[in-house]
């Protein structure tokens, strides 16, 4: 089945340092990448995305370029703020129409100081 | 407006009752999930519903039992509640045939 691996975490870092958080993915198909994000107390927000091999998504300053070829999502920012710190989940959907569903990874906590 | 809402946001309740989690969404999308969320942060589907018919229900417990009265709306039955049920319960939608999914914000449930 589909499966999304994360690096493992917690990981703090200094304001303004770079940041990567490795995700591989397995699917059988060829699925749809994101990032989500949750900030403590809140649901789930989406950070981007990407739909095919070799799409950058990017927002806030992150991006993530979905590699076929190593099966990889991984997210990256280049100056982190401490608006920063929260969980971030990469997740995949391999469907679309009624049947769609994510399969997440666990998770990554970041905490970002000043 | 709240595109997906959920209420209530916190749940306390003792072991063995029933409780009932709602959820609704003003997106106009076809499509509603409930996910689980573990004290670890690991999110898992649920259940996923398209117009108001169950399509996914990835083996839960029977004393979980979804409702969908209209398009709009998932509600989430447990009977006989558990320790093990506490989590945070998020509901999301998405229109049929895209990656859109938008989430709630959450339903702690704390069974005790």
Partial sequence: ????????????????????????YTATGYPSLFWYVQYPGEGLQLLLKATKADD???????????????????????????????????????????????????GITLSVRP | DTAVSQTPKYLVTQMGNDKSIKCEQNLGHDTMYWYKQDSK???????????KELIINETVPNRFSPKSPDKAHLNLHINSLELGDSAVYFCASSPSGTHGYTFGSGTRLTVV
């Fill in chain 1, 56 to 106: 950058k998504g990017s927002n806030k300053g992150f991006e993530a370029t979905y590699r076929k070829e190593t099966t990889s999502f991984h997210l990256e920012k280049g100056s982190v703020q401490v608006s920063d710190s929260a969980v971030y989940f990469c997740a995949l959907s391999d469907r679309t129409g009624a049947n769609s569903k994510l399969t997440f990874g666990k």
């Fill in chain 1, 1 to 24: 089945g589909d499966s999304v691996t994360q690096m493992e975490g917690p990981v703090t870092l200094s304001e303004e340092a770079f940041l990567t958080i490795n995700c591989t």
């Fill in chain 2, 41 to 51: 942060k690991f999110l898992k589907i649920m259940f996923s519903y398209n117009n």
